[in-house]
């Protein structure tokens, strides 16, 4: 069982940055695939970031590629979200998720999910 608590999110101005952290509780988190996730509103939960175990290999959304970085530090159980030149579609609740599947960008592969963090973008 992991828990997951995300934190960091906030407004920002278009092309500011903001960084997102999720603490994980519970055993074994260097085991587990880290990823983000975003929903807008109206919209369905979609893909960010994926991060294997060691932290080496890294996965993104086009969308996000170039501007988001995915990091982790497995000694204090957390992941991390880099965001930079944001913009107004980048606004959405922020979710990390906990999987031990290898696929990374499926909603279904992930089994611990954290509540949630606003992330506002403002033109």
């Known amino acids: 069982q992991v828990t997951l608590v995300e934190s960091g999110g906030g407004s920002v101005q278009a092309g500011g940055s903001l960084g997102l952290s999720c603490a994980a509780s519970?055993?074994?988190?260097?085991?587990?695939?880290m990823a983000w996730f975003r929903q807008a509103p109206g919209k369905e939960r979609e893909f960010v970031a994926a991060?294997?175990?060691?932290?080496?290999?890294?996965s993104y959304a086009d969308s996000v590629k170039g501007r988001f970085t995915i990091f982790r530090d497995n000694d204090k159980n957390t992941v991390f979200l880099q965001m930079s030149r944001l913009k107004p579609e980048d606004t959405a609740v922020y979710y990390c998720?906990?999987?031990?599947?290898?696929?990374?960008?499926?909603?279904?592969?992930?089994?611990?999910w954290g509540q949630g963090t606003q992330v506002t973008v403002a033109s």
């Open positions: 998720a906990a999987s031990r599947s290898r696929e990374r960008r499926s909603i279904s592969a992930y089994n611990f």
């Open positions: 519970g055993r074994a988190f260097s085991t587990y695939l």
């Open positions: 991060i294997e175990t060691s932290g080496d290999d890294t």
